[in-house]
């Protein structure tokens, strides 16, 4: 599925943000939901997301597609930080 990004001249930069755009969000959700699971509580007890990231810049950013993926209520304060690795 996934482009050829080692060979040379092959598109990759583009490739790759197209890649995390879609997958960051995907991939915090799983470990978001795994957490809440371990924490014991219900969603609407979430008051704050903090999230980070070294990869891809997008807007609305990961924060919010990860708000949207875990149903959390719009109320929530997101912080997100990019490139903070």
Not at 2 to 17: E, F, I, V
Not at 46 to 75: E, N, W
Request: charged share 25%; proline share 6%.
């Amino acid at each position: 599925d996934n482009p050829n990004m080692c060979a040379y001249n092959a598109p990759s930069l583009d490739d790759r943000q197209d890649i995390v755009v879609v997958e960051v969000p995907k991939l915090g959700k799983e470990a978001a939901t795994r957490a809440i699971k371990e924490w014991g509580q219900p969603k609407s007890k979430i008051t704050h997301l903090v999230f980070c990231t070294t990869s891809g810049v997008d807007m609305p950013g990961a924060d919010y597609q990860l708000t949207k993926l875990l149903g959390l209520r719009s109320s929530v304060k997101r912080f997100m930080m990019y490139q903070q690795g």
